[in-house]
C-alpha cells in the first residue's frame, strides 16, 4: 500500500528564495495537513486542508502558504526563505478530521 | 491554549527495563490522544491511541498508555524494552483541526 509521499525528500535553498513542497495522501484520504519539525522539537502545525478547502492554519507567518489539488495532494510553498525556515516539513493525511493522520518521511529543507 | 509537556527528554535504559514515558496535556473540551514514535531516519508512526472507553490503551510492539483525566496525562509504558525501541517518541493530542505534539523524549536502550 503506498502511504503518503513526499517530495523532494532533501533540499537545499539559499536565502531569500522560494521553495515548494508536494504530499501525496493515502488514497482515499481527503485531509492533507502540513508541520514543521524544528531539530530538538516536536512537529508544529503549519495547515489542515480538507476537499482543498483551507480548515486551519498554525501560528507561522504569510510566507507560508499551501494549497490542496482535486486530487487531494498538496503543495506547501514558503517565499523569502529564512535561515530559521530550516526544519524537517512533514505532511500527514488522513480521511477527514486530522484525529487519526498518517504521516509521510518528510521533506528535510536547509536554507543557507 | 492547547499544549502538551513531556517530561523526559532523554532516557536511557538496558534492554528488559521497565520503560514510562510522561505526558500531560491542557486542552479545553473532548480530546484525542496520541502516541507517535520516529525510529532513526523512519517517518512517525502511530503508536497507540485513545479516543474514548477503556483508558488503558494497548498499542503495537507491546506498548500501552494510561488515560487518566483527572491527571490530564497520559503516560507510556512497556513493561521490558528492547534494543529495536531506540527511538523518539511523542506524545499528543487533537480536539478537532490540529495535532499538537509534545517536545519529544529520546529513548536509547543500551544492549
Known amino acids: 500500500d503506498a502511504g503518503v509521499t513526499q517530495s523532494p525528500t532533501h533540499l537545499i535553498k539559499t536565502r531569500g528564495q522560494h521553495v515548494t513542497l508536494r504530499c501525496s495522501p493515502i488514497s482515499g484520504h481527503k485531509s492533507v495537513s502540513w508541520y514543521q519539525q524544528v531539530l530538538g522539537q516536536g512537529p508544529q502545525f503549519i495547515f489542515q486542508y480538507y476537499e482543498k478547502e483551507e480548515r486551519g492554519r498554525g501560528n507561522f507567518p504569510d510566507r507560508f502558504s499551501a494549497r490542496q489539488f482535486p486530487n487531494y495532494s498538496s503543495e506547501l510553498n514558503v517565499n523569502a526563505l529564512l535561515l530559521g525556515d530550516s526544519a524537517l516539513y512533514l505532511c500527514?493525511?488522513?480521511?477527514?478530521?486530522?484525529?487519526?493522520?498518517?504521516f509521510g518521511q518528510g521533506t528535510r529543507l536547509t536554507v543557507v | 491554549a492547547q499544549s502538551v509537556s513531556q517530561h523526559n527528554h532523554h532516557v536511557i535504559l538496558s534492554e528488559a527495563a521497565s520503560l514510562e514515558l510522561g505526558c500531560n496535556y491542557s486542552?479545553?473540551?473532548?480530546?484525542?490522544l496520541f502516541w507517535y514514535v520516529q525510529y532513526p531516519g523512519q517517518h512517525l508512526q502511530l503508536l497507540l491511541k485513545?479516543?474514548?472507553?477503556?483508558?488503558l490503551v494497548k498499542g503495537i510492539k507491546g506498548f500501552e498508555a494510561e488515560f487518566i483525566k483527572s491527571k490530564f496525562s497520559f503516560n507510556l509504558r512497556k513493561p521490558s524494552v528492547q534494543w529495536s525501541d531506540t527511538a523518539e517518541y511523542f506524545c499528543a493530542a487533537t480536539g478537532f483541526q490540529k495535532l499538537v505534539f509534545g517536545t519529544g523524549t529520546r529513548l536509547l536502550v543500551s544492549p
Open positions: 486542552y479545553g473540551g473532548t480530546v484525542n
Open positions: 500527514a493525511s488522513s480521511l477527514d478530521r486530522p484525529v487519526e493522520a498518517f
Open positions: 485513545y479516543f474514548s472507553g477503556d483508558p
